[in-house]
């Protein structure tokens, strides 16, 4: 009996390598699917080694072909891999729109094949026509890219093929996908001000402090004649100085602080620490919380609609929530909802959801239209977010503005002082010398 080696992915998305025996590649794509395994490749054992004609035919070849261009496929850690939100978004309501039109789901996986630009999805496309065409499901061959399609696509996807309503789900997924890609524009939009203006001080006081501030200490060096500056003067023109004779060691000390900051951020303390702050923060904390309670709702609600079991969908709720705090919250919910227990008492506990989003889980708990109500929330947040980010731009304009200007007038203050001193002690002589005459 012939030997297979087989490539395949399992539930968790970590590659899985073997050995089996089988009468043909069909049998043991059904064997190693019965180990609840996703078979990426599966090839004869003698098929696989090259013989030694072999081995030398494709040298020559590969001799011959200098000259006439290498195809080299490199792929670089880190650079490959992922695909950009907004390109899978499209491609998802591309998918829809061919699958609700009648098109079988392996001839709308070809066409939008052919028609994508990007390379990463091109190739992840093609794998998943052919992982069709050798006995997977859809769903089957998303988990087999976990990189790009994360569990809530997957789980969806799956969920539309046991109930025979893919097209349906599909649609739901494109319509989620659009809108959290609306929202996500629209809070980096907002975001964009504040960093320009952030980008723009910094630029300038470096420009202050290392090329306009040591022309001033020159002058006042020749105009004052060793009398003592003011102290402000005084502060300004040190730091001017620390700049300018450790920047390479300013700019390191810059570096490690961010490290630093990076390397606390993925300890589980520090992350709690870092996403508490930020649902606590004047201007920006209201907006964070309520795009991450929208996502939430929106997230659980389309996954219960598509039919996927409640817990399950709790779960990957936890794992896409982008916070540290509602992620505990919602894991407190699954705790809640495997005991047979509400959703409601331990939202309630979390202190995380405003009441209104728990009178209304409550209500659509009671009522049965749990999933109906999750979506009028996530709907009525997506309200909230557009005036609450409009709210924080109206607010931060003004306060960078004056951030700006005290940072620049501080330094202009500073070096005006020594000249105003300067001007009054002239003044003073002048005044003492016309009493005398």
């Known amino acids: 009996m012939p030997k297979f080696s087989y490539v395949a992915m399992d539930q968790k998305g970590k590659e899985q390598k073997g050995v089996l025996e089988a009468a043909s590649q069909n049998e043991a794509i059904g064997r190693v699917k019965e180990m609840n395994f996703f078979p990426t490749k599966i090839v004869e054992v003698d098929k696989e080694k090259p013989t030694k004609k072999e081995k030398s035919a494709s040298a020559g070849k590969g001799t011959k072909s200098k000259g006439k261009g290498v195809n080299l496929n490199i792929k670089i850690p880190f650079l490959g891999g992922r695909v950009k939100s907004k390109v899978l978004t499209t491609f998802t309501r591309q998918l829809a729109t061919l699958v609700d039109a009648g098109l079988p789901l392996l001839r709308g996986l070809r066409v939008l094949e052919k028609q994508e630009r990007n390379p990463t999805l091109k190739g992840i496309v093609g794998d998943l026509g052919t992982a069709i065409e050798s006995g997977s499901t859809f769903s089957e061959g998303l988990a087999q890219h976990p990189k790009v399609f994360n569990r809530l696509y997957v789980n969806m996807v799956k969920a539309g093929e046991l109930g ?29 001000y504040p960093i320009a203006v952030l980008v723009v001080a910094v630029v300038i006081l470096g ?12 002058v006042f060096e020749g105009m004052l004649e060793g009398q003592q500056l003011p102290a402000f003067t005084r502060l300004v023109l040190g730091i001017s ?4 004779n450790n920047f390479l060691a300013t700019t390191a000390g810059v570096g490690v602080l961010v490290a630093l900051f990076l390397i606390a951020i993925r300890t589980k303390a520090g992350r709690r620490l870092f996403d508490q702050i930020k649902l606590k923060m004047p201007a920006l904390g209201p907006v964070i919380s309520k795009v991450a309670i929208g996502r939430m709702t929106r997230t659980l609600g389309t996954l219960i609609t598509s039919g996927v079991p409640i817990l399950q969908a709790l779960t990957i709720v936890k794992e896409t929530a982008g916070n540290v705090i509602i992620g505990n919250a919602i894991n407190a919910v699954h705790e809640s909802v495997k005991e047979g227990e509400t959703i409601t008492a331990p939202m309630e506990s979390s202190g995380v959801f405003p009441p209104m989003v728990i009178s209304m889980v409550d209500v659509g708990e009671q009522t049965g239209a749990l999933p109906e109500m999750l979506l009028k929330i996530a709907d009525n947040y997506d309200e909230e977010v557009d005036n609450a980010v ?10 960078m503005i004056i951030f700006l200007a005290v940072i620049v007038g501080s330094i202009v203050i500073a070096m005006f002082l020594p000249l105003i001193a300067l001007m009054q002690g002239i003044g003073e002589e002048g ?3 016309g009493g005398n005459d």
């Open 390 to 399: 409009s709210a924080m731009t109206s607010l931060l304009e003004p306060i």
């Open 164 to 192: 025979g309503v893919l097209e349906v789900v599909l649609n739901r997924l494109s319509e989620f996908m659009e809108k959290a890609q609306k929202i996500k524009g629209k809070v980096v939009a907002a975001m964009f």
């Open 207 to 218: 420009i202050l402090l290392t090329y306009v501030v040591p022309k001033f200490k020159e």
């Open 241 to 244: 100085d620390t700049v300018r």
């Open 431 to 433: 005044g003492g010398k």
